[in-house]
């Protein structure tokens, strides 16, 4: 990434901090030191450059976060939770984290306060599943899912019977292999719950409600961001460690 900025590279803010602090205080303040050193350096940044590297930046958030979520019990864990705060804390500097208002309320998806927290969702839910071949339940078709089978091509509802899609370049009438698949239908939603370890790990939380009290409610506050000026700090510094989130905070 640094190899894009030429020389400027040299001059771009680092991580010399370590990862993990407890004092919020002192987490506090090299989140300012660090957001005054991209503040320096952000006017060098060309904007066609910052333009071409953005789906890099972000796509290296994404990737980081994932790994943590895929990694929790892995002895790996540590290694995304660095990458999470070495990913977020470029993406914060050159393209900012952004504290919008929806709702009534300010609104974050700060990848760095986002991630810590280590819980995801749960759903309890009734479906059937028919065969992507055939369309009978998978209890009554004689195909084995997984395997591959020959099936031709139809557009059922405006969308293409082998991808779904509604346009693609599949012809119908054309025979393509396709790997039969146990598609859920008929699901009735029950419950969502929060868990420890989400059966899928990307269930995760997306967003968080932020409260500034009597600061929020300056029409001043809200107005940074509702032009898209007010960021959040947080990608800048260390955090407090992950937080693994007590279960019975979260049931009654």
């Known amino acids: 990434m640094t190899a894009a900025f030429d020389e400027n590279a040299l001059l771009m803010p680092v991580i010399d901090f370590k990862l993990v602090q407890a004092d919020e205080g002192v987490r506090r303040a090299i989140q300012v030191k660090k957001r005054d050193e991209w503040a320096e350096f952000l006017p060098s940044v060309d904007a066609a450059l910052l333009e071409k590297v953005e789906p890099h930046v972000r796509k290296a958030v994404a990737s980081a976060t ?12 540590e290694d995304a939770h660095v990458a999470i705060h070495q990913a977020s804390f470029v993406q914060r ?15 974050t998806a700060c990848p760095v306060n986002v991630s810590h927290i280590r819980m995801g969702t749960s759903v309890g839910m009734v479906a059937e599943f028919a065969c992507s071949i055939c369309g009978r339940m998978v209890e009554d078709c004689d195909h084995v899912m997984g395997e591959p089978y020959r099936q031709v091509a139809k557009h059922l509802d405006g969308h293409c019977s082998i991808c779904e899609a509604p346009e693609c370049e599949h012809v119908v ?29 990307q269930a995760r939380i997306t967003e968080l409600t932020q409260d500034y009290g009597d600061e929020g409610d300056d029409p001043r506050f809200r107005a940074l961001a509702d032009r898209g000026a007010l960021h959040c700090d947080v990608d800048l510094g260390p955090c407090d460690g992950l937080n693994e989130m007590a279960m019975d905070q979260f049931t009654s």
Request: glycine fraction near 6%.
């Open 66 to 77: 994932a790994a943590l979520n895929f990694l929790e019990d892995h002895e790996l864990r």
């Open 93 to 107: 500097g050159l393209l900012g984290c952004p504290i919008v208002v929806r709702d009534d309320e300010y609104w």
């Open 173 to 201: 009438g054309s025979s393509y292999l396709v790997v039969a698949q146990a598609r859920t239908v008929n699901a009735v939603m029950h419950e969502t719950s929060f868990v420890a370890r989400p059966r899928y790990p």
